[in-house]
């Protein structure tokens, strides 16, 4: 019998399809439900994004492209890196990815040795850890604590390197939490891995969704120049998933490198959305101040309304669309009060531990949801718990 590879079958998907797939069952069969496991904000792509789009295809926008990305969005990337993170890439720094993803995947791909370890939160964006094993690697998980409001302690980074460190991942503001690391959280974790000689990837897809509070970059200490690499996209703020477009920013060394990963995978990304990244970035960015506005007042909806159900407690995020209440008072386990929740209350959420251990106790709430949804699908889960 033919065998696949090992790697194969070490890589995992994501739990939040396969409870989306389960919701949609239940919506076949006439149950209704409310939707709070997808992370993707509910809005529609700004139009001007679209119509920019539309036009290049339009124009015949629609060949190969340099797989590395075209030189016009490039240069947008730079100056929008100059603008918000404060210092100014080469060109030859960035990469443009069919979404941020596979930035996660290609620049693991080109870090990462099988038995070495990786660095990561738990819990955490389920990606880091499927990539680390499919690698051959050992994953590492840092626990973020409910009393530290879920942010990464640099000093429990320090306790786990050792020779075998190559990696670590960092993503805030975060998901599942929503947590924002501080600017000296940031920048101890670069100098942590300056001293030891390690790389840091971070997945910076919610930089322009916090609350309250300022994103704060590792990039910063070497202008990913050295040994940091900067993950960002159109898919959040811009309300681009289903474009795939995504950009890195990198040492020039790895930057080569991936453009070979990048021809051997997927010669270039789409040229068309390219052009409609040009517009997002450089376009009216006032879709941007709105619909953080609409989503701070969906926060403190849906922290006020799980704070008045018996048995939840839920701290107010700083950042993304997520929010991570503790069950631990209802006595059920994460998974089976996310089962209990959409087979009783016909509310979908992810059970915490979709994103590692660490999550047991807890839900991932993503509140990219109307007002409305929010208030009944309080209503029901209160019902379940008087
Ligand atoms: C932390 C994090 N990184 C990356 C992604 C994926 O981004 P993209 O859709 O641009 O590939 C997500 C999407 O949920 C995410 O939460």
Not at 49 to 54: L, R
Not at 325 to 347: F, W
Request: aromatic letters at 10%; proline letters at 5%.
């Amino acid at each position: 019998m033919a065998q696949l590879s090992k790697g194969s079958s070490r890589i995992y998907g994501e739990a939040a399809f396969e409870i989306l797939a389960k919701a949609q069952e239940l919506e076949k069969k006439g149950t209704n439900i409310l939707h709070f496991e997808i992370g993707e904000p509910d809005m529609e792509t700004p139009l001007n994004v679209v119509e920019a789009g539309i036009k290049a295809i339009k124009d015949n926008k629609t060949h190969y492209v340099p797989s590395i990305g075209i030189p016009e969005l490039r240069k947008a990337v730079q100056n929008e890196i100059e603008k918000t993170r404060g210092y100014r890439p080469d060109l030859e720094q960035i990469v443009i990815t069919p979404g941020l993803k596979p930035g996660i995947f290609f620049s693991m791909l080109s870090i990462v040795n099988p038995g070495d370890e990786v660095i990561y939160q738990d819990p955490s964006y389920p990606t880091y850890g499927s990539v680390t094993s499919f690698l051959g690697a050992k994953g590492i998980l840092i626990p973020l604590l409910e009393e530290n409001d879920f942010r990464m302690n640099p000093d429990d980074i320090k306790k786990r390197i050792n020779n075998k460190t190559k990696l670590i991942v960092i993503n805030s503001p975060q998901n599942p939490t929503g947590s924002v690391l501080t600017k000296n959280e940031i920048m101890e974790i670069a100098e942590i891995a300056e001293e030891n000689d390690i790389y840091i990837i971070s997945d910076e897809i919610y930089s322009k969704m916090t609350y309250e509070t300022t994103h704060y970059t590792p990039t910063m200490r070497d202008e990913a120049k050295d040994r940091t690499v900067l993950l960002d996209g159109f898919s959040k703020y811009y309300a681009m998933t289903g474009w795939r477009l995504g950009y890195m920013v990198t040492p020039i060394e790895m930057a080569n490198r991936l453009q070979d990963f990048l021809v051997s995978a997927i010669s270039c990304t789409t040229s068309f959305t390219q052009w409609a990244g040009i517009e997002a970035l450089t376009g009216d960015q006032t879709f941007i101040t709105d619909m953080m506005k609409r989503f701070l007042t969906k926060r403190d909806r849906i922290v006020n309304g799980l704070n008045s159900i018996s048995g939840f407690n839920c701290l107010s995020p700083k950042g993304a669309f997520y929010v991570f209440p503790n069950i631990k008072n209802t006595e059920m386990t994460s998974e089976k009060c996310a089962n209990y929740l959409l087979n009783k209350a016909g509310v979908a959420v992810l059970p915490g531990t979709a994103f590692g251990p660490g999550g047991e106790g807890y839900l991932r709430f993503s509140y990219a949801n109307s007002i409305g949804n929010i208030d009944e699908a309080i209503d029901r889960i209160k019902q379940l718990f008087e």
